[in-house]
């Protein structure tokens, strides 16, 4: 009986960057997000998830085709986030820890979409088996057409959950609104 391809135990390690931002008041720290949050794109926005991946793979020539016996992920989901520096007013400082709260519970979203991308990839990876390919090429042109598949699906996922938590009435536009009107 043929025994099951072997499925590494693995987590992703996580790292939070921040930048920071001034100010006394929700509207004074929203213009200081404006000024000071990271690029992306052609402009600055408040919170960005990005992660890098890399692989330890295992391909095996067998019976002429070849096996993609084991691949083993290294994925680092870095959450770059906004971070008061100095002291803030006790209304203020309520306001901005409800706001950065929220807007780390967006990202992490992002980071579990991430995630969920790097296990489609080891499902699909791991026990791939290509005929006729004794030189393990044919099997790496199979695989990087899906992981190019896998990732836009993760792109199309990612940029939906910011259309509805951006749009009007959304969770991160709500958000900002409490933060920059003091509610």
Avoid at 37 to 55: E, N, S
Avoid at 95 to 113: A, C, P, Q, S
Avoid at 128 to 138: A, G, M, S, Y
Wanted: aromatic share 8%; with cysteine; net charge positive.
């Amino acid at each position: 009986m043929p025994h099951a391809p072997a499925r590494a135990e693995w987590k992703p390690t996580e790292k939070i960057v921040t930048y920071p931002v001034s100010g006394r008041t929700g509207i004074d720290l929203y213009r200081s997000i404006g000024e000071n949050g990271p690029k992306v794109g052609i402009g600055r926005v408040i919170a960005y998830t990005d992660f890098d991946l890399k692989w330890s793979r295992d391909y095996q020539k067998r019976n002429g085709g070849c096996v993609l016996a084991s691949a083993k992920p290294f994925l680092t989901i870095t959450y770059r986030l906004p971070k008061v520096s100095g002291d803030l007013p006790p209304e203020t400082r309520r306001l901005w820890e409800t706001f950065v709260t929220g807007v780390e519970k967006h990202e992490r979203v992002h980071g579990e979409i991430i995630l969920d991308m790097v296990k489609k990839i080891e499902a699909f990876s791991v026990g791939l088996t290509v005929q006729d390919d004794p030189n393990c090429k044919k099997i790496r042109e199979v695989l990087t057409k899906k992981l190019g598949e896998l990732s836009q699906e993760q792109r199309q996922k990612s940029r939906a959950f910011d259309r509805v938590e951006m749009s009007d009435g959304g969770n991160v536009h709500q958000l900002v609104l409490a933060l920059v009107n003091g509610e």
